[in-house]
Every structure is written in structure tokens, then in C-alpha cells.
């Protein structure tokens, strides 16, 4: 029987990491990749993304130290999104931004987005967290170690 929290959560969260793609099955990544800059973001898990999911390559699990963490990679012109089992690389051409949006408390749960801002107005989403303001306090450092924008989008209450 599942718990009442697990019931919730499904009702009204738009996150279900049970029902994410599992890790297994992801192409391998084949191209070379040279890390530039790397920000720590804590253990952070990393969602699923038909066109830039890859098994993490060997290069980058070489400098994770068990948490998550945002790559570029200047030579090869990519944007990644790593944790030991998952990443999501982007070409960097096609980085716009980032973008937090913390949904608060409401009927449902409190979570937190981080997301890049791709050509178009798409945003493709890097993690969910399940607790409110996560993304907030690695805001700065990503700005300024990675000399790209981050915008926090308007908050709302997850009703």
C-alpha cells in the first residue's frame, strides 16, 4: 500500500522520480570533451532529456566527487549537466541562460527548478529539486564562473 506522502505527491507534483527515465539504456556519449569550468551544485539528480541525455562520460566522472555538477567544455563548445550516472551536454551555442522557479508550499509540495534557457523561449530542465529555494544559493557562482545569466522566474504556490 503506498503512503499517504507518496499519494500526495503524485497528485500534485509534476516531478515523480519513480516515473522518470531510467538510467539505463542511455547512449553513450562518443565526442572528446575538455572541461573548462566546473560548478559544484551539490547532489543534485539529473532529468531526462530525449536529446541531450548521455551516460556520463569517463572524463567527467574523474572530477564529480559524488555530487552534481555543471561543465563547460569551451574547445568542444558544450554545456553539461552531470551526475555519476547522467548528463545532460548541450551545445554551448544553444545556451541562452538559466532559469530558477521555486514553486511554494501550497495544496501540493514545495519544489524548485533549474533550468537553461535553449533558442525559441524553450527551456529544457536540468533538475528538480523537491524542496523549495535548492537552485537559489548556487545562483551567483554559476553566473559568475560560467559569465551566463541567471534569472529567477515569478514564484507561485503549488495549488
Known amino acids: 500500500m503506498k503512503s499517504l506522502l ?7 507534483s509534476k516531478y515523480d522520480p519513480d516515473n522518470d527515465i531510467p538510467d539505463t539504456g542511455l547512449q553513450k556519449y562518443e565526442g572528446r570533451i575538455e572541461i573548462n569550468k566546473v560548478v559544484e551544485v551539490g547532489n ?24 552534481t555538477s555543471l ?16 548528463s545532460l551536454i548541450i551545445p554551448l551555442r544553444d545556451v541562452k541562460g538559466f532559469e530558477i ?5 501550497g495544496k501540493g509540495p514545495g519544489e524548485s527548478y533549474f533550468s537553461v534557457c535553449l533558442p525559441n523561449s524553450k527551456y529544457l ?17 554559476i553566473s559568475g564562473a560560467l559569465g551566463v545569466k541567471v534569472t529567477f522566474a515569478p514564484e507561485f504556490y503549488n495549488c
Open 125 to 141: 530542465i536540468l533538475s528538480i529539486a523537491s524542496y523549495t529555494y535548492n537552485f537559489d544559493t548556487y545562483a551567483a557562482k
Open 101 to 105: 522557479q521555486n514553486v511554494l508550499k
Open 71 to 86: 561543465w563547460v567544455d569551451k574547445r568542444n563548445n558544450l554545456l553539461g549537466f552531470s551526475n555519476n550516472e547522467k
Open 44 to 67: 543534485c539528480r539529473v532529468h531526462y532529456s530525449p536529446d541531450y541525455s548521455f551516460q556520463t562520460p569517463d572524463e567527467i566522472l574523474k572530477i564529480l566527487n559524488n555530487n
Open 6 to 12: 507518496k499519494i500526495l505527491t503524485e497528485m500534485f
